[in-house]
């Protein structure tokens, strides 16, 4: 019985064997490969003898790659040793090459490394073709140390561009940036042939170290070679610009593009949400739905992000709609993402809500979810849910987890319970507090007015207590007018930061809450003359679904004649009722 080429067509992915390839008809295996397991091989094996496959080594090699691209990789492998036991089939590069793409596909570094020693045995280690798969191979299966030790041990001149391209990915996908970028200098170097895929791998690289140089060196070697800047290319290099900070010529990259697909769009919005600029970002949302171009979960994520941002709640229950609408958000990241947005506004009993409708939840679910309690005041509610997770026990808390429950213990000031959660970090679940879990403390102590405790908690501090620490304090010291701790604080922010004034308007309102007007006024004196300023602070307010943003003494407004009216007649009825009363 012979093999049919119904076997390789859509449903039954059989193998693609054209009907010329045998003298008359084809027949059929009666197990398609779907349904095909390790005890179907010995039949295989028998159908392939009687059919005259094994006389045809090109059509022993479409099997075994359907079969490595099959439901089980595995039986590639397995199919391969039972033609070598038989002596079928003899080993040449392009078969090994498909059992270590099998290798790769499972994957399998044990399995990939016994075809290495293989490789090496019949000599085959200086054939290109196998040298790249090789590397690959080790690179699929999360050593891309091994990958690299492959080339750097290749004979002079078996390696070529695709070998540093593959070896540069592997380091990319290893979370090795750092090393990507080593050997993509090295192959420079070397004066290999750079192509296209160099240059977007290399940018990823920058994109994920902040390297800025070599960012915009692969930029220029991409005009110079005549590189077409396609949708892969230019979400890389939007990427790259963003997140060294250079959001201008990110969206210079964005603007030249000649086509954009819905990657471009989600990298120029999340490039401008990482940097805080959230009403770009929900503007160019509205650009993309204007241009017709379909967000997926990972755009939605962004701009609810950028909504969180801004307080914007109306235009996040729009996208929340929108949703709805077009059968967006349904993914776990995406739904954290409605729940942080919903909390950072203000609706914490619409980001429960969403929270309690999730069938499934990881981490930073609970997580996002705690926080969201703890920043609006409901402390109780934070620490319940806190326990609720601990119950549960299906995801364990993490250092943000820990956060929000410090957080929500400061808030409520609960002082030994915050020091039993701080305790159990390390004790329980073995996680290192880190400066911000040291912050909360201090904020907890100094919300308490326990200065004393609180300094002396600074003190016993394993790790060096940063301008978010001493600030805190300083800060605590404010409501309760705590002179001699907060001369102390500031002294240290100043040793910290010396060019900042942030300490020096503090500590004049600790004098000022003591009655020390003399001191808190010869500051201020002190602080003109230095000519420091005070960086201006910055609010935002949605109404009717567009943010308008305020400085302190802004005057760019266009309604700004009408807003200073407005406060000015509030003030008045304020001084008003104060008389009355």
Known sequence: MLLSSRMLNGKARSFSIIKNSFSQSTHVLPVPIPRLTHRNLPILLSYATVSGLLLKIPLLHSVLRSLSSGPVP?????????????????????????ALGTAARMPSVVAGAQLHALSEKLGLGSDTFVLNTLINMYSACSYPCAARSVLDSAPQGASDTVSWNTIIAGYVRGGLPKKALQAFSQMAKGQVRLDDVTLLNALVACAKTCTMGVGKLCHALLVMNGFEVNCYMGSSLISMYAKCGLVEDARRVFDRMPERNVVCWTSMISGYTQLGKSKEAVKLFRDMQIAGM??????????????????????????HAYCDVHGLGKGISTRNSFIDMYSKCGDVKKAYEIFRGMVRRDG??????????????????????????????????????????????SHQGLVEQGYHHFHRMSKIYSIAPRIEHYGCMVDLLGRAKLFAEARQFIEDMPIAPDVVIWRSLLFACRACGEVGIAEYAAERIQELEPNTCGENVLLSNVYATASRWVDASKLRTRMHSSRVTKRPGCSFIEVDGY?????????????????????LGINALLVAESFLM
């Open 547 to 567: 943010v308008h943003e305020f400085f302190s003494g802004d005057d760019s407004h266009f309604e700004t004649e009408a807003i200073y009216n407005i406060l």
């Open 364 to 409: 930073f679910s609970w997580t996002v979810m705690i926080m969201g309690f703890a920043v609006n005041g409901l402390s109780g509610e934070a620490l319940d849910l806190f326990a609720q997770m601990e119950e549960e026990g299906e995801v364990m808390p993490n250092e943000i987890t820990f956060l929000g429950v410090l957080t929500s213990c």
């Open 74 to 98: 595995s039986l590639s492998l397995s199919f391969l040793s039972l033609l070598r036991r038989s002596g079928h089939m003899p080993l040449d590069n392009y078969s090994l090459c498909a």
């Open 294 to 319: 379909k967000p997926d979960d990972a755009t939605i994520a962004t701009v609810v992000s950028s909504c969180g941002q801004m307080g914007a709640l109306d235009l996040g229950r729009y996208v």
